[in-house]
């Protein structure tokens, strides 16, 4: 399948309408969010007057359950509109003050509402319990008030969780700083190419110049790239500090041993999953330092570079796909979960749920954002085209199906899922996309090229963000000892564990020293403790995916089960029930065993050659 396409636009004015999402699904103008807001603000201050009456009967507690959701559900709505609109272009200084206003409305939510848990603390869990027996409309809540009374320890006054509250636009600072700098303002380097186009390497850019065919192009790219970090390493630095800062404060503030107890208590998610993840990932390096050679021999390169990672596997294998060809491939990969879960696929492409092409200023990377209860969900996309743009929209698109049968199954007080799980669904619909292309083509290279893709899909999403995982863990831990986190410090030790990881010392890949500013290009570590959890995620959807696409309808139910579960169940428990124990190294072991068994088909399918 190729077409031949136009470059995409980069001024969002000359953008096609129908590849940009409509907005208006949640207000008709900036007016009518204005009005909205202003409703909302109003609503806010009475959500006070239920304190000190929390336990006084059953009627109260939900009356005041509800006016908070309700309130709540308003305000997502409100945020969602202003952060998307804030990231069509990260300069228009309107819109970034749209999404202050939210943030400081948060904060005012936050503390109106911050006596609800130490309040309900007070009261005993029988007479909490007695009240959920009697009344009905504590149903939906029963999830919310047993993670309530499972944090007591951590729960702290009124007036310290008011404090807390109001903290929150100081404490989301440094996310905002990053993003503003190295979306709007940062001076990315220009790079002339062996063909002599002179191109600007910012992020929205970059992800596709990496990969381009001529070596000499990737490192000059990447080197030009990271280098330019690097010479902003002390306000990355100081941004990170703060960020770090930040994150012990809060440990403290609420009595937790560590940061990563204390960022992992709030889903419920044990801190031996973390440990076991870096653990059982560094047992299983020569596994990846296999494929890392098996690179090399494809790329015909005598010594492998860091450069050359996100190469293409097979030069000959250069497909593009316009957005409706993206949409015929991902909806028919889709095939296992059914004719409802495709057709909503197809609705997210007609009705412009998705915000496709980049554009100057556009937020760079790609999300879906399911947080707006009674709308759909939206997709932002910087679409170029290339298979991994197919893969990275199917990615997406699990997220949105995600948020979007939880919406329409759950109350507003569980929609809302897990991060533990988010990163299921999105790899699960990557898992069936490859697998519907290896048993539709024929053609060798691209076969070569698709297990190959399959094996970078490991790469990037186990090994790589466990590398990530394990740089953060130890920077958090420094700060703890009370270690400078400078932009310097972070370098050394980001060059140290990604030279680990890739074999550096043993000649497996070269990671050369401008690599250490790669810490800087990751928004994610402003998210603390995120990035392990694309790892845990893909181990689970790979076992969830096997059974699903074999037609096992038992799996299938339970998985499409799992993705209208939204938050009704603690994370570890959701992905039992949909089949996967990510307490245990299994869900590991078996990404690895197929690790293995695809290189050794790639290593028939080049011997053939």
Same mark, same amino acid.
């Given at each position: ?25 949640? %207000? ?9 807001? $202003? ?29 908070? @959701? ?10 969602? +509109? ?108 220009? !790079? ?8 600007? !390497? ?18 000059? !790219?990447?080197?030009? %790239? ?11 630095g100081t941004i990170m500090n703060g960020q770090a800062q930040k994150v012990l404060f809060l440990t403290k503030a609420r009595k937790y041993d560590s940061a990563l107890q204390f960022a992992l208590d709030s ?72 004719? $409802? +879960? ?46 991994? =743009? ?44 490859v697998e519907h292309l290896l048993r539709t083509l024929d053609d060798d290279d691209v076969k070569l090229s698709l297990l190959g893709r399959y094996l970078e899909g490991i790469q990037f999403t186990v090994f ?7 740089? $953060? ?22 060059? =140290? ?6 074999? @550096? ?8 020293? %401008?690599?250490? @500013? $790669? ?9 603390? %403790? ?16 096997? @059974? ?49 068994? !695809? ?11």
């Amino acid at each position: 399948m190729t077409t031949t396409l136009l470059e995409p636009e980069r001024d969002r004015a000359t953008i096609d309408d129908r590849y940009k999402w409509n907005l208006a699904d949640l %207000f008709p103008s900036e007016a009518g969010w204005r009005a909205a807001k $202003e409703k909302i603000a109003a609503a806010i201050p009475p959500l006070g007057d239920y304190r000190g009456r929390l336990a006084s009967s059953a009627a109260v507690l939900a009356d005041a359950l509800d006016a908070m @959701h309700s309130v709540r559900m308003e305000f997502v709505r409100l945020y969602v +509109y202003a952060s998307m609109l804030a990231d069509e272009d990260t300069r228009d200084s309107s819109h970034q003050g749209m999404k202050q206003e939210m943030t400081q409305m948060g904060a005012a939510l936050g503390a109106a509402t911050a006596y609800l848990e130490p309040e309900i603390l007070r009261a005993d869990r029988s007479t909490i319990e007695g009240y959920q027996a009697s009344e009905p409309r504590l149903a939906i809540y029963a999830q919310t008030l047993d993670d309530i009374m499972r944090r007591a320890a951590h729960t702290l006054s009124d007036a310290e969780e008011k404090l807390l509250a109001d903290v929150g636009p100081l404490a989301g600072a440094p996310g905002t700083i990053y993003s503003i700098l190295s979306n709007a303002d940062f001076p990315y380097p220009v !790079v002339t190419l062996s063909d002599g186009r002179a191109i600007k !390497v910012n992020q929205a850019r970059y992800t596709e110049l990496r990969a381009l065919p001529e070596r000499e192009d990737r490192k000059a !790219v990447m080197s030009s %790239f990271f280098t330019t970090l690097g010479e902003y390493r002390r306000t990355f630095g100081t941004i990170m500090n703060g960020q770090a800062q930040k994150v012990l404060f809060l440990t403290k503030a609420r009595k937790y041993d560590s940061a990563l107890q204390f960022a992992l208590d709030s889903p419920n998610v044990p801190t031996p999953v973390y440990m076991r993840l870096i653990e059982g990932i560094n047992r299983n390096l020569s596994a990846f330092h296999r494929f890392l050679k098996l690179r090399a021999k494809m790329l015909g390169v005598e010594q492998l570079h860091y450069y050359d990672l996100y190469a293409p596997l097979v030069a000959s294998v250069d497909t593009r796909y316009t957005p409706e060809e993206a949409e015929q491939l991902i909806v028919a990969a889709l095939a296992p979960l059914g004719a $409802e +879960y495709q057709a909503t696929v197809s609705q997210a492409f007609r009705e412009r749920w998705i915000d496709m092409y980049p554009s100057d200023g556009k937020r760079s990377g790609a999300y879906s954002n399911g947080a707006a209860y009674d709308v759909h969900p939206f997709i932002l996309m910087n679409y170029n085209a290339k298979f991994d =743009d197919v893969s990275t929209l199917a990615h997406e698109l699990g997220h949105t199906m995600q948020s979007y049968l939880s919406n329409r199954t759950q109350p507003f007080a569980t929609a809302d899922y897990p991060i533990f799980v988010a990163e299921v669904a999105s790899t699960f619909n990557e898992a069936l996309l490859v697998e519907h292309l290896l048993r539709t083509l024929d053609d060798d290279d691209v076969k070569l090229s698709l297990l190959g893709r399959y094996l970078e899909g490991i790469q990037f999403t186990v090994f790589r963000q466990t590398q990530f995982a394990e740089f $953060e863990l130890r920077m958090h831990e420094k700060v703890a000892r009370g270690e400078p986190i400078t932009g310097d410090a972070l370098a050394a030790l980001y060059l =140290d564990i990604t030279r680990r990881y890739y074999g @550096h010392d043993a000649g497996v890949c070269i990671v050369d020293d %401008f690599i250490q @500013h $790669e810490w800087s290009y990751i928004p994610h570590f402003y998210g603390e %403790f995120y990035v392990f959890q694309y790892a845990t995620s893909f181990t689970a959807s790979q076992a969830l995916a096997a @059974h699903v696409g074999a037609g096992d309808a038992e799996a299938t139910r339970r998985y499409l089960a799992f993705l209208g579960a939204g938050g009704s169940k603690y994370p570890i428990d959701l992905l039992k029930d949909a089949g996967v124990d990510m307490t245990t190294d299994a869900p590991l072991e078996s990404t690895i065993s197929r690790m293995e068994r !695809v290189m050794d088909e790639i290593e028939g399918l080049l011997a053939h050659r």
